[in-house]
């Protein structure tokens, strides 16, 4: 008996659901009201990730510094932090440093001790994120020193201009500066370009500039959870907002630094929001991410434009991860397995 | 003079954060508080995926049936209102279906209206999904007939049992017997098993079978959002719940069927929690997800394990999707690249 009742009423329930579904929206739905939730470090990191997952909102993340003035003390903060870590990771790593300039652009070499036969003749340029306003000078070099210790790649890390020395389209020049002289330096078939958030972003930007400007292409690239798009179209902007401990907030420090930057310069500009670049005749390309990252939505849409533009691309996404975590710790097995993942993808596509 | 108050805040900001950080989490962190928030629909979908994505939680998501007779008025409603779509699927598709019975399963083979000559000698092996207690007989067509009729490949989808008709391993059974008669009819080398959520869980489970009792394996597969951990571990089990429109949360009525399925069978057997399986030797692999479902974690942790036991694996991760919007309409753009993704994915590691 009770199972009959139980039965009429989930079966007529089911079957309204399906039709309340398909109706559902002729106008537009109303928003999602999502409960507040509490959210534990996942089971499934390692202990190192926990920590990193696991830390709580970035203090101040709502800050709005509204000129270059105002963020240099800021970026000076963050930068000499982030440097004491540097000389760790240089020697866990085995990298050497040495800060160069390139055609009048501030640069770094990153070397790994020893470079296997193979990567001889290779040559990367990376480009650090900091929502063009943060991590100046060393500060800029975690990623590229993780690149070159995991990957075992000779890495050239480019130091560019950021406010208030100087706005767009500033970062964007020194990075194509660079970018040309490498070409020279080497065969363009034998070089990638990587980098994270806003040198996710950069990444892309500088092989659309490559192609309007007749330039090579290099035979790869890495944007790591870009900062595709700052017009702040992404589903993960509001989903992962108040999760993600890094970026917080579609509203908050990157965002305003990434206006600073632009200095009025109209933000759906595909040099400032990738996504809306012509993708065709992209080198083949590897995209990390992670479930929690407030550019989640943003790295997909990239992922998705270049599959139809017909680019091999390639997408990783790190459990529990909010954005760039994979950029923090290089003791954490994850984040050896991102580098590991994009150095063999280079591996396959950069001539020998 | 407001400036340098300014940076000193940030400044000192800055700073003290990144020390917090570093040495935030000696212990187990605390769980992190995300307040309630209101979700709009994104920006970047097609009007079709908005409807999907805009409709309200999946009434009654809670409901608990503790047997496989209380299960069954619910998968027949809502198989009654799936199957009413299943003609116009076809037709717009143009695809075929007959019912047929293979070495004693329950199946239908799904065939589209022309193959092209690269196809003729391919067959596809299809498991449905449904928590393993829900869309029986022509209810789990719709996600063989989107194969069929996007990627022109003949497909058999396996009608396996489910409670109460049978508990676990009774679907692994008969989809496996499927398999076996499907590896006589055609070369190994020109099949690829697919199927989402419960199918996607599945697939994984055929390979993992197939590889312990010596059978040939298929050329590609592509799980779907795969149910790949049903003891709950996943970190998008917390942050997508009340957010994916489909499971809605960890505790529904997904969970309940798939103990009704397991009967009493430890959830941790990689027979039902197959990302706990041994993945070495896999075939390539092309995994399904959105950004809003609750089992992203579940799929990213696959595709992970997947690399690590160096088999080739490509991911696909849709904006703003909730669990298995993919495989609702056929007419939304973004169902259309999804399949053609996996389409293009079988064509290349599949034999001619």
Chains 1, 2 share one sequence.
């Not at 800050?63 to 930068?79: D, S």
């Not at 994850?334 to 001539?351: M, Y």
């Amino acid at each position: 008996m009770r199972t009959i009742r139980l039965a009429r009423r989930f079966g007529a329930t089911l079957a309204g659901l399906v039709a309340a579904t398909s109706v559902a929206a002729q106008g537009a739905p109303p928003p999602l009201q999502v409960p507040e939730k509490s959210v534990p470090v996942p089971a499934d990191v390692s202990p190192q990730m926990a920590k990193i997952v696991g830390a709580p909102l970035r203090q101040n993340w709502n800050i709005q510094p509204k000129t270059g003035e105002e963020w240099k003390p800021v970026a000076e903060a963050g930068a000499a932090a982030l440097a004491r870590q540097v000389p760790g990771m240089l020697e866990r790593l085995k990298v050497k440093v040495e800060r160069t300039t390139i055609d009048g652009v501030r640069a770094f070499i990153v070397t790994p001790e020893t470079i296997p036969p193979e990567n001889r003749d290779r040559l990367l340029v990376h480009v650090h994120g900091g929502c063009y306003v943060l991590n100046p000078g060393e500060a800029g070099l975690p990623e590229a020193i993780f690149m070159a210790g995991f990957g075992r790649f000779k890495v050239v890390s480019v130091d560019y201009r950021m406010p208030p020395e100087a706005t767009y389209p500033a970062a964007h020049d020194d990075a194509m500066t660079v970018w040309k002289a490498v070409t020279k330096m080497a065969d363009p078939k034998k070089t990638a370009i990587f980098g994270t958030s806003a040198g996710g972003a950069l990444t892309l930007a500088m092989v659309l500039r490559a192609k309007r400007e007749g330039l090579p292409l290099p035979a790869a690239i890495a944007p790591g959870t870009p900062m595709s798009d700052t017009t702040k179209v992404g589903d993960s902007f509001v989903t992962n907002a108040m999760l993600d401990n890094v970026l917080v907030s579609p509203d908050g420090f990157c965002d305003a630094g990434a206006k600073v930057y632009a200095n009025g310069h109209d933000l759906r500009d595909p040099m400032l929001s990738p996504v809306y670049g012509d993708m065709h005749g992209f080198p083949p390309t590897i995209l990390t991410t992670g479930t929690r990252d407030l550019l989640l939505s943003n790295t997909v849409r990239v992922h998705r434009k270049l599959r139809d533009a017909g680019v091999e691309a390639f997408l990783q996404v790190g459990e529990g991860q909010s954005h760039a975590h994979y950029i923090r710790d290089d003791t954490a097995p994850e984040t050896r397995k991102v580098f590991e993942e994009i150095a063999g993808f280079f591996d396959r596509h950069l001539a020998r």
